[in-house]
C-alpha cells in the first residue's frame, strides 16, 4: 500500500499542501457537515482529543461537505468561525470539499485505498442510512465511495491509512484506535 504523502489539499487559505507535511504524526482526516446530527458529539470529542494527544504527534485534518443533504451550505470561513465560536475548535479545517478539485480528489484516494467495510448496525440510526443508501444504489456496500459525512482515517506516522471509519461508528473508538497507533 503506497503511503499518502504525495496527495495534496487545499486549507482553508486557498494554499495547496502535501500530507508530507504530517510526515511522522499519527493524522485523523474527516468529512463532515455542521448540520449534521453527528457534528457535536464528533467534533467536541475530537478537540478534546487533539489538546491532550497534539504534543503526542497528532494531527487533525477536516474538511466541510455538503455533499450530503447539503448539510454544509455555508462557505469554508463561515464554517470555521462557527466551529471556533460554538466548539472552541484548534485543529485544522481545510476549504469545502465541493469548492476544491484537490480536496474532492484526496477522499477519492483515501476510499479507494481504505475499503468500505459497512455501517455499524448497532446504531440507531443505520436504518435510516442504510434505507437512504439502498433507495440511490442497491449495491452501494460493494463500492468504497464515501458514503456520508464523519468519513474518516487514521494514518500511521509512516503514512498509511490504517483504518476507515463510517459516520455510524463511535468516535471513541476512533480515538482510541488514535492512541494505539502514537504508542507504536
Not at 36 to 60: P, Q, T
Not at 117 to 134: A, H, K, Q
Request: proline share 2%; glycine share 2%; with cysteine.
Amino acid at each position: 500500500m503506497e503511503d499518502v504523502y504525495s496527495y495534496l489539499y487545499t486549507d482553508s487559505q486557498d494554499e495547496v499542501k502535501p500530507l508530507k507535511l504530517f510526515e511522522g504524526k499519527v493524522l485523523l482526516v474527516f468529512n463532515f457537515a455542521l448540520h449534521s446530527s453527528f457534528l457535536s458529539s464528533y467534533v467536541s470529542n475530537i478537540e478534546i482529543a487533539y489538546r491532550a494527544m497534539a504534543d503526542l504527534g497528532f494531527e487533525v485534518l477536516s474538511f466541510p461537505s455538503s455533499s450530503f443533504l447539503k448539510q454544509n451550505d455555508e462557505d469554508t470561513l463561515k464554517t470555521i468561525e462557527y466551529l471556533k465560536d460554538n466548539y472552541q475548535i484548534t485543529f485544522k479545517v481545510g476549504k469545502r470539499i465541493e469548492d476544491d478539485a484537490h480536496n474532492a480528489l484526496l477522499f477519492e484516494r483515501l476510499a479507494l485505498n481504505k475499503k468500505f467495510n459497512g455501517l455499524n448496525n448497532i446504531n440507531p440510526l443505520y436504518e435510516t442510512i442504510d434505507s437512504y443508501w439502498l433507495s440511490r444504489d442497491p449495491f452501494y456496500k460493494s463500492k468504497n465511495t464515501i458514503k456520508w459525512v464523519f468519513t474518516s482515517f487514521v494514518i500511521s506516522r509512516d503514512g498509511k491509512i490504517k483504518k476507515r471509519y463510517e459516520c455510524l461508528d463511535d468516535v471513541h473508538n476512533i480515538i482510541k484506535d488514535i492512541r494505539k497507533e502514537l504508542d507504536r
